[in-house]
């Protein structure tokens, strides 16, 4: 069992930046790929970035490519996302998510625990 708790949303102008992080408890975040999800009002869940166990791999989707950074320290059990060049369009709910599984996954079925979220807004 993992418990994940998303922090550092917040309202910033677009071209800012937030860096958002997800601290683990329970079993070793090690033990886990993880990735970070998005969910707009009325829209569905949707991924934005993915780290390998040890944070050798990583993978993005295209709509983030470039802006976004995901990063993990498994010392301290925490992931990151650095969000640079924010639009009105990264405007959602932001969760990380936590896999078991060693292939690369970009659906949200496929991740086994999830964080509360945390409210990313931007404006224009």
């Known amino acids: ?9 917040g309202l910033v102008q677009a071209g800012g930046s937030l860096r958002l992080s997800c601290a683990a408890s329970g079993r070793t975040l090690s ?13 569905e869940r949707e991924f934005v970035a993915r780290i390998s166990r040890n944070g050798a791999g990583t ?19 925490t992931v990151y996302l650095q969000m640079n060049g924010l639009k009105p369009e990264d405007t959602a709910v932001y969760y990380c998510a936590a ?3 060693v292939f690369i996954h970009t659906n949200p079925g496929s ?10 807004t931007v404006s224009s």
């Open 59 to 77: 993978y993005y989707a295209d709509s983030v490519k470039g802006r976004f950074t995901i990063s993990r320290d498994n010392a301290k059990n």
């Open 31 to 43: 033990s886990y790929a993880m990735g970070w999800f998005r969910q707009a009002p009325g829209e």
């Open 111 to 120: 991740y086994d625990y999830w964080g509360q979220g945390t409210q990313v």
């Open 1 to 9: 069992q993992v418990q994940l708790v998303e922090s550092g949303g």
């Open 99 to 101: 896999d078991s599984s």
